[in-house]
């Protein structure tokens, strides 16, 4: 893998940490305080093409590559049961802790057409708001990312047609396995954002105050917050990297982005933590906008897969029980000291 940047990836960077230090950052602290979802700071991001970076070109994206994806997630981050009816479906149920569920215009729902066929009746459909039976509502009091949207999908006798099918049908998992890859990548992508964010503040910080006549940069203490902040931040830009280098060379890269997604969120969590300590009382309050961090940072060790769910899967594929990359069951890469797949315990 070669992680020097190249002109392109480095414009892009450029691009979107002037617009985070433009639009985002000046209102970041009383955007979350207000539970204020900034709809003109996601237009802008659309305008410089940052919402579809690895989509295709002919589809509307701008056709970059997931090192750049990773990029923009990195600078953004650091400021913020159905049946068959005819030729077409009824849905019905409900789904909570969905992001931009009261304001996306559409929705990816997964749903079993086939419920005796377990994880392979499952199929993908595209809907539209404004659906008759297609209902949202906003998930209130949550512990963290107040200007941002979440909330719940409800579904009562939604008559989909057919032609909104995505793929085919019984193809939702494998759909939906593809869209947690790509999810836990910008998630973890974005953690690392966090981190830097937090070292950087603390930093900056621990230069300019002082405490008995010094710098409390100075104190060994705090140089070590700052020293496991710095690790934190290397060790995760690493990992989502091999991933990114993964996904732009087409291999499976399940368990790459198992691990970035695992350790650079447990790492910002930490890092925030870390950052209200080197701040003491002003790490604490709103004016700077550390314990925004530390709120935030913990949703993401819940989503897209628990810090619990990672190392399973981690576990489960170190002792052979499942294989998390590859069709027909082969290791990864990285992976080859991993015994051979157990018949009894074995997984998809």
Known sequence: ?????????????????????????????????????????????AELGILGVVIPEEHGGAGLD????????????RGEAARRDGDGYVLNGSKNWISYANVADHALVFAKTDPAAKHKGISAFMLERGMPGFTTADTENK?????????????????????????????????????????????????????????????????????????IGKYQFVQDMIAEMVLAYETSKLLVMQAAWMKDQGLRNTRETSLAKWHATECAFRAAHLAIQVHGAYGYSAEYGIERYFRNAR???????TTQVHK???????????RLNGRDGEVSPLCSWAPALSPVHSRV
């Open 299 to 305: 949703a993401p060790i819940i989503y897209e897969g």
């Open 143 to 215: 512990l963290g990312i107040w200007a941002g949207s979440t909330g719940e999908l409800f579904f009562e006798n939604v008559e989909v047609p057919g032609e909104n099918l995505v793929g085919e049908e019984g193809q939702g998992f494998e759909i939906a396995m593809y869209g947690l890859d790509q999810g836990r990548f910008t998630v973890a992508a974005g953690a690392c954002g966090v981190i830097r964010a937090c070292l950087e503040k603390s930093v900056e910080y621990a230069r300019e105050r002082e405490t008995f006549g010094q710098p």
């Open 66 to 77: 997931f090192v750049c994806e990773a990029l923009a997630c990195e600078e953004i981050e």
């Open 1 to 45: 893998m070669d992680f020097e940047l190249s002109d392109e990836q480095r414009l892009l960077q450029d691009t979107v940490r002037q617009f985070v230090d433009d639009r985002i950052l000046p209102n970041a602290i009383e955007n979350d305080i207000e539970h204020k979802l900034d709809m003109e700071a996601i237009a802008g991001m």
């Open 312 to 322: 399973l899967m981690q576990a489960e594929h170190a002792l052979g029980y499942r």
